[in-house]
């Protein structure tokens, strides 16, 4: 039978990190009228570890099977029910799987009828994920959430980690497809002292990778929305999404080893980027976004930068692409005292049994 670990975040982050770790996948449970997990499945390695994050209402991380999608799997994991307030908006309890070996691991919610209304997720699922999720909900067929995955890889003081987050498409229509391209972007970020991005506004093919290269004092790239330029997209998306963060990347003034974030892109969605600092002020209120893919019309790189400025209006950017981004990011850095962030903050997961779920309360992902 799995095991079932409880320890609170500060014994968490306790433990010892290894100088190498799997990836972390990150999936949000539920939300205010979401009956989901998002994203639904995840392909992931052995050692990778499955972090659920408990989002409102009441809902449960359940192992099942694949003919038996609403029933409990004998001697499978369960979280247990994880109820949240509608007013709760952080230290949201969360779980941790690790990944034992690639097999399929079929989840679903055993709230009443939560899993016939389609709340189930895959782990390792290849081509059965629709079938198990139309078998849950009693359908012919079924599809598979759109939804964006952004893996960040960040190496610090020797040691890397690898995470992997749920992102929006921001509402743009998108495609996904093979990578058409290999071209690499070089975005310099606070160059010369600045508070910027440069270049702010480009255009990016599927295939494509930019690299953020942090040249000077101490800036983020955090992905935002069109609608809140200056927040995290996981603070104020309503489908409880999360997106990318390289976490604050100081530089010294004499440094020669600049930390980079690399984001490769593989959909055609607008991503919106913003530097999170607010010592002494918001670099983000002073202008230090960023659009990749921007629409020419409607919603301009010009209209995003003027919401961030706190501008009633502003002309639209005539130089932005039509088409928009999905990315998935493997970056490197090297980074002094990086902030508690989710790829620092996840870090510790190797220490868990393996193939074991470990709920850890108060936990703010």
């Known amino acids: ?216 004092k101490n800036h983020t790239v955090t992905q935002s929305s069109f609608a809140n330029p200056c927040t995290p997209l996981g603070e104020s998306s309503a489908n409880g999404l999360v997106g990318f963060d390289s976490g604050f990347m100081p530089v010294a003034a004499d440094a020669s080893d600049l930390p980079e974030f690399t984001i490769t892109v593989n959909d055609t969605a607008p991503i919106w980027v913003y530097c999170k600092q607010t010592n002494p002020g918001s670099h983000c209120k002073q202008g230090m976004v960023l659009a990749i893919n921007a629409p020419a019309t409607g919603n301009t790189f010009d209209a995003f930068l003027a919401n961030a400025k706190g501008i009633a209006s502003a002309v639209s950017s005539t130089t932005a692409a039509a088409s928009g981004t999905q990315a998935i990011a493997s970056s490197t850095a090297t980074r002094a005292n990086p902030t508690s962030n989710a790829a620092v903050r996840s870090s510790s997961t190797a220490s868990f049994v393996v193939a074991a779920i470990a709920v850890i309360l108060g936990s703010s992902l």
């Open 1 to 216: 039978m799995l095991a079932l670990l409880l320890l609170p975040l500060f014994a968490l982050l306790s433990l010892v990190i290894p100088a190498t770790r799997g990836a972390d996948h990150q999936v949000t449970v539920g939300g205010i009228g979401i009956l989901k997990y998002n994203p639904e499945f995840v392909n992931a390695d052995p050692g990778d570890t499955v972090t659920f994050v408990f989002k409102q209402k009441n809902h449960t991380v359940t192992q099942s099977s694949l003919a038996s999608p609403c029933v409990q799997a004998a001697d499978g994991f369960d979280s247990g029910f994880v109820p949240v307030p509608d007013d709760q908006t952080s230290n949201f309890t969360v779980a941790q799987f690790t990944v034992s070996d690639t097999n399929p691991v079929w989840v679903y919610c055993r709230q009443a009828n939560h899993c016939q209304q389609g709340m189930v997720f895959a782990i390792n699922p290849g081509d059965k994920f629709d079938t198990f999720k139309s078998t849950a909900t009693g359908n012919v067929s079924a599809s598979s959430a759109s939804v964006i995955t952004v893996t960040a890889t960040v190496t610090f003081n020797g040691a890397t980690q690898t995470t992997t987050y749920a992102t929006t498409t921001g509402g743009a229509a998108t495609t996904a497809s093979a990578p058409s391209s290999t071209a690499s972007h070089v975005v310099t970020v606070g160059a010369n002292g600045a508070l910027a991005f440069s270049p702010d506004n480009l255009t990016a093919k599927i295939g494509d990778t930019v690299t953020f290269s942090f040249s000077s």
